[in-house]
């Protein structure tokens, strides 16, 4: 099942009722919402309110989404609307379509590195996680550190992971996810810290 | 956990999905899981995090919301089902009467008659004769000869 079929099925449930299944999709994409949003709303608090906006107007118009477009191309059609009316109300200028239209926001990919939204409390909690993943990376055995490479920073399917690593598909499915696990371990305490406050 | 892992890259097929949806419908720490790794991927990915609470403001916003109930789409399954079902009665339909029709055909009785006349050509002259000789109630005309004159023309042909 591919991306766009899982998205598929988690709004699908979300509109039967099953609000995990939409906290599952925030879950997935708040982090691009929130990107996106910080290229019209410097100040971070101001991302989060307009995020948390977005989040809930999509959640109120979910039995109008039919599946024409992806769940995130229409999610961010919303949050750049929500950004829009929201500098509006503030008085202050609002993107036009052309420097933000939803082609784009598809296959927005920011280049920049990490952008803090977060206040300093907030950032210090962004930098710890960063370290805690970054380092544990580091002490993976190399086999886990490469298939968890392939995967989420070159998006390689298994398939495609397994033919580099001259190994069953089988085998990249548990290295995954013994890595992210490993990694988890280790996040745990910092996120249970402030148990669910930070997905 | 390791299905989770794999549902997220899109690794799973359908049923399997469709399955872990439905386990994580019922288990916080699966969802939990899908979370944090997807946390995970960001962070590797270099991408922003929103701030502390984030999360937590929107669940109790999300909580406050009336649950979206959307009317369910039609089952396409079953109006192909129902399609397939009235189209088969259709055809069974048409091949019913088109079986009825050519069996209750006059050319057809002419064919059958044929067989009859062909097992039986030696009674041909006897019958014509007698059709010529017979006493009929109806007004004389050729079309009772037609039938026998037409399988002697034929007997005739088969031998030459």
Same mark, same amino acid.
């Given at each position: 099942?591919?991306?766009?079929?899982?998205? $598929?099925?988690?709004?699908?449930?979300?509109?039967r009722?099953?609000?995990?299944?939409?906290?599952?999709?925030?879950?997935?994409? $708040?982090?691009?919402?929130?990107?996106?949003?910080?290229?019209?709303?410097?100040?971070?608090?101001?991302? #989060?309110?307009?995020?948390?906006?977005?989040?809930?107007?999509?959640?109120?118009?979910?039995?109008?989404?039919?599946?024409?477009?992806?769940?995130?191309?229409?999610?961010?059609?919303?949050?750049?609307?929500?950004?829009?009316?929201?500098?509006?109300?503030?008085?202050?200028?609002?993107?036009?379509?052309?420097e933000?239209?939803?082609?784009?926001?598809?296959?927005?990919?920011?280049?920049?590195?990490?952008?803090?939204?977060?206040?300093?409390?907030?950032?210090l909690?962004?930098?710890?996680?960063?370290?805690?993943?970054?380092?544990?990376?580091?002490?993976?055995?190399? #086999?886990?550190?490469?298939?968890?490479?392939?995967?989420?920073?070159?998006?390689?399917?298994? #398939?495609?992971?397994?033919t580099?690593?001259?190994?069953?598909?089988?085998?990249?499915?548990?290295?995954?996810?013994?890595?992210?696990?490993?990694?988890?371990?280790?996040?745990?305490?910092?996120?249970?810290?402030?148990?669910?406050?930070?997905? | 956990?390791? %299905?989770?892992?794999?549902?997220?890259?899109?690794?799973?097929? *359908?049923?399997?999905?469709?399955?872990? &949806?439905?386990?994580?419908?019922?288990?916080? =720490?699966l969802?939990?899981?899908?979370?944090t790794?997807?946390?995970?991927?960001?962070?590797?990915?270099?991408?922003?995090?929103?701030? =502390?609470? &984030?999360?937590?403001?929107?669940?109790?916003?999300?909580?406050?919301?009336? =649950?979206?109930?959307?009317?369910?789409?039609?089952?396409?399954? %079953?109006?192909? %089902?129902? &399609?397939?079902?009235s189209a088969?009665?259709g055809?069974?339909?048409?091949?019913?009467?088109?079986?009825?029709?050519? &069996?209750?055909?006059?050319?057809?009785?002419?064919?059958?008659?044929?067989?009859?006349?062909?097992? *039986?050509?030696s009674?041909?002259?006897?019958?014509?004769?007698?059709?010529?000789?017979?006493?009929?109630?109806s007004?004389?005309?050729? =079309?009772?000869?037609?039938?026998?004159?037409?399988?002697?023309?034929?007997?005739?042909?088969?031998?030459?």
């Open positions: 099942m591919g991306d766009r079929e899982i998205d $598929q099925q988690l709004v699908e449930r979300a509109q009722g099953d609000k995990r299944a939409f906290e599952m999709l925030v879950a997935k994409y $708040q982090r691009k919402l929130g990107r996106l949003l910080s290229r019209f709303i410097r100040d971070s608090a101001e991302v #989060e309110d307009v995020a948390q906006e977005a989040f809930i107007k999509a959640y109120r118009a979910l039995p109008s989404f039919r599946g024409d477009s992806a769940f995130y191309t229409w999610l961010y059609r919303i949050g750049i609307n929500t950004a829009k009316n929201y500098l509006v109300a503030m008085g202050r200028r609002a993107p036009t379509t052309t933000f239209d939803s082609e784009e926001a598809e296959n927005f990919e920011d280049g920049d590195q990490l952008r803090d939204v977060n206040t300093p409390e907030a950032e909690m962004s930098k710890q996680i960063a370290a805690t993943v970054n380092e544990t990376m580091q002490a993976l055995p190399e #086999e886990l550190r490469t298939a968890i490479t392939l995967r989420e920073i070159e998006g390689l399917s298994y #398939e495609d992971i397994a580099i690593m001259n190994c069953p598909i089988g085998t990249v499915r548990s290295r995954i996810f013994r890595a992210r696990e490993t990694i988890a371990e280790r996040l745990r305490p910092l996120l249970g810290t402030s148990k669910d406050k930070r997905w | 956990m390791e %299905r989770i892992s794999a549902l997220m890259d899109g690794e799973l097929d *359908d049923g399997e999905a469709v399955q872990e &949806f439905k386990r994580c419908g019922g288990d916080a =720490t969802v939990e899981g899908w979370a790794y997807h946390l995970i991927g960001d962070v590797l990915r270099q991408e922003a995090a929103l701030g =502390t609470g &984030f999360n937590d403001r929107l669940r109790e916003a999300l909580a406050a919301e009336p =649950t979206v109930l959307a009317p369910r789409p039609r089952n396409l399954q %079953r109006r192909a %089902r129902l &399609f397939a079902l088969a009665a055809i069974a339909g048409v091949l019913a009467v088109g079986w009825l029709a050519y &069996f209750n055909h006059p050319a057809s009785l002419d064919a059958g008659a044929g067989q009859v006349a062909e097992a *039986d050509s009674m041909n002259e006897y019958l014509v004769a007698h059709h010529e000789y017979a006493d009929s109630a007004m004389p005309s050729v =079309t009772p000869y037609v039938r026998y004159v037409n399988e002697i023309r034929r007997e005739g042909a088969m031998s030459r």
